[in-house]
């Protein structure tokens, strides 16, 4: 875990409410598909965890929902502000178990971390597909950016204004090797009811500290009491107890 000072590259909206923002600088450590970053803004006591969706040689790709005042901070800053980062944290996806053909399932603003899982799995000889889930078309991202790494690529909206009508749930194809998942927590509900395969699910959660000094996060599995920031985000199929 490094505390950096990055600069931001580039900071544009890919919709009206997503946005895009690179960082640049000297990076000790690379982030692993899965890990996430704490955003450190001006006025703001705690951070903001993001998690990563890309990352290349000295350069940080993040994607993040403008949803309250620091979010609505970052999308106003410009190239060539510094952002105190501390990264790379938790502890990401476990590609051991993927099988030939993993099936990747992201979830609105679920979906940035397993761009970066794509590649890597890639990298491995895999052969992933990716089902991509918005509400409606006005809020489609990154499906380019999939469709070019040379993958399957289904998406499906709620409202059926794009791509197939429904939640990614009712878009499942047949046959995959396993799965991974990132998205809001009724869709990890229904993913983990309909999935046939093991599989992995990254967690969105409220964090103090971000690295598992504070015990904010803790969630309740099969083996006990979990930190989602520093002994998730990822949780494998098998541990996951769903608070009734």
């Known amino acids: 875990m490094n505390d950096l000072l990055l600069t931001i590259r580039k900071n544009i909206p890919l919709t009206d409410t997503v946005c895009k923002m690179t960082l640049c ?16 803004l001006s006025g703001h006591y705690l951070r ?15 994607l993040y929902k403008v ?3 620091g979010t609505a901070q970052m999308r106003g800053m410009k190239p060539g502000e510094k952002l105190s980062v501390l ?10 178990p993927a099988g030939e053909t993993p099936l990747l399932l992201g979830g609105g603003v679920g979906v940035p971390p397993l761009y970066l899982l794509a590649k890597e ?3 491995l000889g895999k052969h992933p597909s990716a089902v991509l889930g918005f509400n409606t078309k006005t809020e489609v991202f990154y499906e380019k950016e999939f469709r070019a790494l040379g993958i399957g690529v289904t998406v ?22 396993y799965f991974y998942t990132c998205g809001p927590e009724p869709m990890l509900k229904a993913v983990f009811a309909s999935s046939g395969t093991g599989g992995q699910f990254s967690f969105e959660e409220r964090m103090g500290c971000g690295f598992g000094a504070c015990m904010g996060c803790s969630c309740r ?21 769903w608070e009734k």
């Open 121 to 123: 799995l890639l990298k």
């Open 67 to 69: 949803v309250g005042e």
């Open 25 to 40: 600088g000297m990076f000790p450590e690379a982030p692993h598909a899965g890990q996430f970053v704490n955003l450190r």
């Open 221 to 241: 599995t099969v083996t006990g009491y979990k930190r989602i920031c520093k002994d998730g985000p990822v949780l494998y199929k098998e541990e996951i107890l």
């Open 156 to 177: 499906a909206t709620a409202d059926g204004s794009y791509g197939e009508k429904g939640f990614v749930t009712d878009v499942l194809p047949e046959n995959y090797s």
């Open 48 to 62: 903001r965890p993001i998690s990563v969706c890309d990352y290349d040689d000295g350069e940080l790709t993040i």
């Open 87 to 96: 990264m790379p944290l938790g502890n990401g996806y476990d590609t051991a």
